[in-house]
């Protein structure tokens, strides 16, 4: 069975920080481009991250570029969500994917999600 797992997600204050992973079980991580959604209530889930399978190169949304950072592990089979100067409208539910390719509109897997809530 080919599945998705996000974990790390949890309170955080503003200014702080929390890492967030993405583990693939049935299928090798590092054969895809792993995307990063977030969703907030009330508003469209949006692509912040991606990191493509091969050359590992990353590419961010305005709204967090400067502030995450995404990477893979030494194994290929995680890729870590590094996010730095957290602010209250980064709260959301946030998502790993995999697709082909980061220019790629499909995704072939969804993880289930971890919720990042930021607040003091």
């Known amino acids: 069975q080919l599945q998705l797992a996000e974990s790390g997600g949890g309170l955080a204050q503003p200014g702080g920080s929390l890492r967030l992973s993405c583990a693939a079980s049935?299928?090798?991580?590092?054969?895809?481009?792993i995307g990063w959604f977030r969703q907030a209530p009330g508003k469209q889930r949006e692509e912040i991250s991606c990191i493509s399978s091969s050359a590992g190169i990353t590419n961010y949304a305005d709204s967090v570029k400067g502030r995450f950072t995404l990477s893979r592990s030494n194994t290929g089979n995680t890729v870590y969500l590094q996010m730095n100067s957290l602010k209250s409208e980064d709260t959301a539910l946030y998502y790993c994917?995999?697709?082909?390719?980061?220019?790629?509109?499909?995704?072939?897997?969804w993880g289930q999600g971890t919720q990042v809530t930021v607040s003091s």
């Open positions: 049935g299928f090798a991580l590092d054969r895809y481009a």
């Open positions: 994917a995999a697709k082909r390719h980061c220019v790629s509109v499909d995704v072939l897997h």
